[in-house]
């Protein structure tokens, strides 16, 4: 059985509170059923409270799959944020596309979505929900509010580390919307509530702000790997620090690959982080047990959080056709997402239909070719295009999750690896205070672990390049949700310089036009929000 620590503390939140719907309206006005003057008066309130906050991330509905069809619009299993977040970050590019027409999905893949987008509705609604739960927490959190309520001593300690990582999971989300909105409404614990339509920030003030906000609670939060698993640590700051940096010059215009070494070093010179023996385990139902590697993951429980978005999405979408249920810890699959043959293409040549890894020499490669076309030729058909396996509802040992319906798998939010590329890259790409050999060092322990503790996979020093580092990433992250912001990154997720399988809706790949490199601001908050700006190509 898996033991989560602040799982636990989640549930007896959960007791307390009912998880309020994705309203926009709930930035202006929180609307618990118990009053804020109640929830905060005990330690046990403010634990209770900051659960809710932490699960946001994982507590939607259980309404029933998508993909059913029995839903119009978005469902609550849809929203959940992981899986809005792999929709958006994964659908646009050459690693996924899928078979379902719910409403939003396929104009994803096919680059044609329109401000009026209920999946990108829905994550936007999510990040902002959360933001307004950590504001409401980090209000009545103060050192008056404790002090009025009366909390001293140890319990004012832990509350004020939970302040800390309210602020850290409301930066976290204001990056969220940074990299895929730009110019989204912003709301801190400095504004009033029910009094203050939200204003429109700019990506770069939004930029300053969370990279500032990171800085000012680095000293506030547990020591890496000194907090309670499914909590936040300096090495979830650091590690937020690096990727907001190495993207810098896409949110204002100006690089910070320097700061991205900078805190990247700080993560990797803890020693507290390290790559676990055997990547097929990275995506298991205990990989709760991976805490060297995993520095940030949203935790989710077969049994206690049940849902059809997460990692139950995950286990569950990639698994049709010919692939037997039972490798994969569930009750039957639901015939969704493939991946197509760019991603594919980026891995040595299978020697097998032997899973997981069809005898590939790189265990990443993780993908069900039996029964599969590689070539996609109609993207509403499961076996055009290869499956992925990369996620399974069973543990290390080889037996299944708790439920077979419902995922134990951990999604991890932040792994060390992508730390490691941060370093690679920003050092490739003209950053001070790293050197290219420790780079290259880094990447081949990403690579000897991928190629299952053999030295084969290791390059030189002169195949260090920028393309190779953009490859590395694919192979290494891919369905991870960073796919979109790095082919952005690298000037090709629009345009026609890079084409790959059905972009832009063409079996063959098509130029399209650079305004997608941003998603719209939402219609519906738009008709309540008129300080709202839309970005450009979505008209006024």
């Not at 709930?26 to 005990?42: E, R, W």
């Not at 499914?230 to 700051?237: C, E, I, K, L, T």
């Not at 790559?275 to 206690?304: M, R, W």
């Not at 993780?366 to 996609?376: D, M, P, S, V, Y």
Request: hydrophobic share 35%; glycine share 10%; aromatic share 12%.
């Amino acid at each position: 059985m898996k033991k989560h620590s602040f799982k636990i503390l989640l549930i007896i939140g959960l007791l307390t509170f009912a998880l309020m719907s994705c309203n926009k309206n709930k930035i202006l006005s929180p609307n618990y059923q118990v009053t804020s003057q109640s929830v905060y008066s005990t330690p046990l309130g403010y634990t209770q409270s900051m659960a809710k906050v932490y699960g946001a991330f994982a507590l939607t509905g259980n309404q029933g799959p998508a993909g059913s069809g029995d839903i119009a619009g978005i469902d609550e299993g849809t929203s959940d944020f992981f899986r809005l977040l792999w929709y958006a970050q994964e659908l646009p590019t050459d690693e996924a596309v899928i078979a379902w027409g719910d409403p939003g999905v396929p104009d994803l893949h096919a680059m044609n979505w329109s401000s009026s987008n209920v999946i990108l509705l829905g994550l936007y609604e999510r990040s902002i929900y959360q933001i307004t739960l950590a504001n409401e927490f980090i209000i009545n959190s103060s050192d008056a509010k404790l002090s009025a309520n009366g909390i001293t001593g140890n319990d004012a300690t832990n509350i004020r580390l939970f302040r800390a990582e309210a602020r850290f999971l409301r930066a976290y989300q204001y990056s969220v919307l940074m990299d895929l909105f730009a110019n989204p409404p912003f709301i801190t614990d400095a504004t009033p509530i029910g009094s203050t339509i939200p204003p429109q920030t700019d990506r770069k003030t939004l930029f300053n702000y969370v990279v500032s906000e990171l800085k000012a609670i680095e000293p506030l939060m547990a020591p890496p790997g000194k907090n309670q698993y499914g909590r936040a640590d300096q090495g979830a700051v650091w590690a937020l620090l690096s990727r907001v940096d190495l993207n810098a010059q896409v949110y204002t215009g100006t690089p910070q690959y320097t700061e991205a070494i900078t805190y990247a070093n700080k993560l990797i010179s803890s020693n507290v982080y390290s790559l676990i023996a055997n990547y097929d385990n990275l995506f298991l139902a205990d990989n709760n047990l991976n805490a060297s590697e995993n520095i940030f993951s949203i935790e989710y429980d077969g049994n206690k959080i049940q849902g059809y978005g997460g990692t139950t999405f995950m286990t569950h979408a990639p698994v049709g056709g010919s692939m037997p249920s039972s490798n994969f810890g569930i009750s039957g699959g639901w015939g969704g997402v493939r991946t197509t043959s760019a991603l594919v293409g980026l891995f040595p040549a299978n020697t097998s239909t032997a899973f997981p890894n069809n005898g590939n020499p790189d265990t990443r490669a993780e993908f069900w070719t039996q029964g599969q076309k590689l070539a996609i030729n109609d993207v509403t058909s499961f076996t055009d295009g290869y499956a992925v396996t990369k996620w399974r509802n069973v543990t290390s040992s080889g037996g299944p999750g708790e439920n077979l319906n419902f995922s134990d798998v951990d999604e991890p939010l932040m792994r060390l690896p992508e730390v490691y590329l941060n370093y690679a890259e920003a050092v490739l790409r003209g950053g001070t205070g790293g050197s290219a050999a420790t780079a290259l060092t880094y990447i081949n322990a990403i690579r000897t672990r991928a190629y299952a503790g053999s030295l084969a996979g290791n390059i030189n020093s002169g195949q260090l390049t920028l393309q190779f580092i953009l490859d590395e990433r694919a192979r290494e992250l891919f369905w991870e949700g960073f796919r979109r912001t790095d082919l952005i990154r690298y000037g090709l997720f629009t345009g026609g310089t890079y084409l790959w399988p059905f972009k832009g809706g063409v079996s063959g790949g098509t130029s399209v036009a650079d305004f997608r490199n941003l998603y719209a601001i939402p219609d519906q908050d738009r008709a309540v929000n008129p300080n709202l700006k839309q970005n450009p190509g979505y008209g006024n």
